[in-house]
């Protein structure tokens, strides 16, 4: 007996469905209690919707409930943030946000009917250790860029020299035309601000014509 080989499959999205005893209901949680925008209803009343948390959809579906069926896992870009706005909006938190093991930080909620649902953002801190000698070196910065620099650490809930370290070894890899980003979506958002906060007006380009006062 032969058998055919197993297919290359291209895939993609997933979409997770939760059963729901009002999807109206649902979809007032979903949006205003945990973040997600409204995708699409379908039906008159709705039996079914589908909710977004960036580039993921959930579908809610009327139905009999059955929490204890599943659990629903999200990577996102900024665990405490998204934490802080369901905490504020009275949501059940199961579990507070912590470092694991498995190298996300991460916590878990429960929705209206029961269902698990847990957000975590990677913190690539699995693996061996690796022992390295650290060495002093004489660094000078722009002033609004030092400042910058600390306020980025301390979001990041790293060291000076951690942060740097990162932002190096991240500059020495290549993705595409340009080199890898050390910073998520949420950092990057987060970095802008800064950038106005410390009223950095030029670009990336421009340390090539820092000059120093006299």
């Known amino acids: 007996m032969t ?8 895939c993609e999205r ?17 949006t205003n209690k945990l973040g ?25 579906e009327q139905g009999t409930p059955n929490p204890q069926g599943c659990a629903m896992n999200f990577v996102v870009g900024d665990a405490d943030e998204l934490h802080e706005f369901h905490r504020a909006n009275g949501v059940e938190i199961v579990m507070p946000p912590e470092d694991r ?4 930080r991460d916590y878990t909620v429960r929705d209206l009917h029961g269902y698990i649902l847990n957000f975590g ?3 690539y801190t699995v693996g061996a250790p690796v022992e390295i000698e650290r060495v002093e070196i ?10 910058l620099l600390h306020d980025l650490a301390s ?8 942060c740097l370290e990162e932002i190096l070894l991240h500059t020495c890899e290549q993705l595409g035309d340009g080199v ?35």
């Open 3 to 10: 058998t055919s080989a197993t297919p290359r499959v291209d």
């Open 155 to 162: 979001h990041k809930r790293m060291s000076l020299t951690s």
């Open 121 to 123: 953002q990677y913190i």
């Open 101 to 104: 093991p498995y190298g996300l």
């Open 14 to 30: 997933h979409h997770t469905t939760l059963y729901v005893s009002n999807v109206l209901t649902a979809v007032d949680f979903y």
């Open 180 to 214: 890898a980003s050390p910073h998520t979506k949420s950092q990057l958002r987060y970095i802008q601000q800064l950038k106005t906060q410390h009223a950095i007006d030029y670009d990336c380009h421009a340390s090539y014509r820092f000059v120093e006062r006299s």
């Open 138 to 147: 004489a660094v000078r910065l722009e002033k609004r860029l030092a400042a």
């Open 36 to 60: 997600f925008s409204l995708g699409f209803t379908w039906g008159d009343p709705p039996a079914m919707a589908g909710v977004n948390l960036d580039q993921v959809q959930v579908f809610l």
